[in-house]
């Protein structure tokens, strides 16, 4: 561990947050010192510690304790990448961007770690019975997983979360289409609905998104059912139909057909009438027009 001079360090690190509150971490390096140094790469590039330089910064250090690290572009982006993912205040996004990431470099640097996540990792554990020898070769296939150190594993440790939920997360970085990500990012959408989502290819989970935003999720997990099984087209029809609106507009469509049905047989065969019916039949008819005429012109518009 080294000092050197704080305006030497150069901060262009995507991963590091150099801009959020950190009067709390000054006031803990203030009672208690400086806990963890700085990491910089060999260009004096900041590469883990970005609040800590944003605190030292603000207290007008000059000298600063740095750890320099030559570890390779991959690698020293990993080592942001671990200390990004136990920060508190990232975005779902963000933090599954990492998780993704992360992955992707750490099985470059262990290729022999290398894991294929699945849809079928966002599934439950099975209560079905299992017989001896099913229960013997799924120990034997788990003791085996065991061994081999892999970055779901190695994350689960260091943050505290399920190896299921980091899988879940990777594969919503990975397979969800961008316009699920932005919906998400715009709170219409949350991550139970886009785990439904991501089991659609991404063009036609842009094709639903419209039909599906701010809907709970076992609606999601309906219509991504109804689509699996029916395709896209058919299953928002079959959406759309339990919709009021639709049904009010489909009940009109229908009134009408035999509204028009009833007036042509009475022009046509000239079965005009004098009296209170025909009387109040207009008036209906006259009121009906205006609502036409609205209607009419609102769309026109």
Same mark, same amino acid.
């Given at each position: ?41 060999? +260009? =004096?590039? &900041?590469?883990? $510690?970005?609040?800590? !330089?944003?605190? %030292?910064?603000?207290?007008? *250090? #000059? @000298? ?31 933090? +599954? =961007?990492? &998780?993704?990431? $992360?992955?992707?470099? !750490?099985?470059? %640097?262990?290729?022999?770690? *290398? #894991? @294929? ?49 980091? *899988? ?134």
């Amino acid at each position: 561990m080294n000092l050197m001079p704080i305006n030497d360090i150069i901060v262009n690190n995507k991963y590091l947050r150099t801009t959020t509150n950190v009067d709390t971490l000054i006031e803990s390096i203030e009672n208690i010192g400086l806990i963890s140094p700085l990491i910089i790469n060999t +260009e =004096n590039k &900041l590469i883990a $510690g970005g609040r800590r !330089y944003s605190a %030292l910064k603000q207290m007008g *250090k #000059e @000298e600063v304790p740095v750890i320099q690290v030559d570890e390779g572009e991959l690698k020293e982006e990993l080592i942001s990448i671990d200390e990004n993912l136990v920060r508190k205040n990232l975005t779902d996004l963000e933090f +599954e =961007n990492c &998780l993704n990431r $992360g992955k992707e470099i !750490y099985e470059k %640097l262990n290729p022999s770690s *290398k #894991e @294929e996540i699945t849809l079928k990792d966002l599934a439950r554990p099975s209560k079905k019975k299992v017989s001896e020898e099913e229960l013997n070769a799924e120990l034997s296939a788990a003791v085996e997983q065991a061994e081999i150190r892999t970055f779901v594993k190695d994350t689960a440790d260091k943050t505290g979360l399920s190896e299921r939920a980091i *899988k879940a997360a990777i594969l919503r970085d990975r397979d969800s289409s961008n316009s699920v990500k932005t919906a998400r990012l715009n709170g219409e959408l949350g991550a139970t609905q886009a785990n439904e989502l991501i089991k659609l290819p991404q063009n036609v989970q842009e094709e639903i998104l419209p039909f599906i935003k701010e809907k709970a999720s076992n609606v999601v997990r309906d219509l991504v059912k109804e689509v699996q099984t029916l395709g896209a087209k058919d299953a928002i029809e079959k959406v759309l139909a339990k919709d009021p609106l639709i049904a009010d507009f489909k009940a009109i469509k229908n009134t009408t057909k035999r509204l028009n049905r009833s007036l042509v047989k009475v022009i046509t065969e000239n079965r005009l009438v004098e009296g209170k019916e025909s009387e109040d039949a207009l008036k209906e008819l006259m009121s009906l027009k205006s609502s036409i005429d609205e209607l009419v012109q609102f769309y026109e518009n």
